[in-house]
Every structure is written in C-alpha cells, then in structure tokens.
C-alpha cells in the first residue's frame, strides 16, 4: 500500500513540495535546499513507524540520495507527493530485504554442544539403583528428593502417613549408601 503524502506535508514556508521542486529543476538551489530539508523530517517520521530506529536515518539518506539521481524523471506536472511516496516505499522495501537476508546467519559445524551421556548415565544409574530399594522407600525418596515435593504431599500421594514417609526416605537413603559402598569396594 503506498503512502499518501500531501502536496503540502511538512510546509511551513507556504510554498508546497510541487512548486519547489518544479523551481528546484530549473536551477533553483534554494527552493531545492528547501525542499530536501522538509523531505528529512517527513522521512524520518515515515520510516520511524516502518524500521528498526538504527536504520532510519540509512534509508533516509537512501531516499535523498535517489530523489537526487533520479530528479530528472520528475514530472513537474504531476504531484510530488506520490513520486516522493514510491521512491520512499521502495527504499523501505530494500531495507526489510536487507534484514531479512541479515537475519540468517549460518551456523558454524563446530558449535559446542554440551555433552549430556554423563547425566543420561547417573539418570539410569541412579532409576537402577531405586529399583534395588522396596517399591515404598523408592516412590517417598522420588516424590521427596527428586521432585521436590514435601513430605506432605508425597504421604497424600502415596497414601503412607506422614511419619512414614520420613522412614521410608531415611531408610531408603541409607539403603543406597550400603549399595553404592559395597560396589564401590568391589571395583
């Protein structure tokens, strides 16, 4: 959708953008300074809305830059405004390509990833030893230790009263110290 810019937006000298860049072709560097300077600031807020504020004053020296090159193809006898408005959105439309294609960036191959296999080990490890533990003991330290939930929530979940729960956790926990120091003795 283009933009509607008034034949008369930003001035303030009374003149309008039509007739100064009309005086503007036939050598009138005034009505041509003039004209750039109003430019600057409708620029500014038309891209303001439209791109990241760090490439706002890039595309708006973009825009003065074509109006310049391209002043010869101006149609003194047509508005300026809709010209003004094409070269405008077109400059815009380059800036949002430009950070699309600024967006990828390739990943390097030799990117660090973390290593998981020892904690997928002690996870497995550590389900075996539970399993080594009766079924009551291994679901109070899962629900307790594992899971953070409190004693009480783990007696409400399991159905093993309160005092129980505590047992269970202090007798598994001393279960799994005998386990792992008699492995630990037979290596």
Known sequence: MAPTVSAKAGDASGQNWDLMMAAAL???ANAYRTLLAELVLWLRRYYARRLPS???EDAVQDVLLAIHEKRHTYDPTRPFGP?????????????LRSLKADAAESL???IGVPDHGDT????STFQQLLAEL???QAEAIRLVKLEGC??????????QSVSLVKVN??????????IVRTTGDAD
Do not use: F, Q
Not at 120 to 123: D, E, K, Q, R, S
Not at 150 to 159: K, P, Q
Not at 169 to 177: D, E, T
């Open 150 to 159: 409190s004693v009480e929530e783990a007696s409400r979940a399991t159905g």
């Open 83 to 95: 010209w003004l408005a094409a070269i405008a959105r077109y400059k815009w439309i380059d800036r």
């Open 134 to 136: 009766k079924p009551p």
């Open 108 to 110: 390097n191959e030799n």
């Open 54 to 56: 760090s490439m706002t």
């Open 169 to 178: 956790i202090h007798r598994g926990l001393k279960r799994l110290a005998n």
């Open 26 to 28: 036939v050598g009138d």
């Open 120 to 123: 997928v080990i002690a996870g």
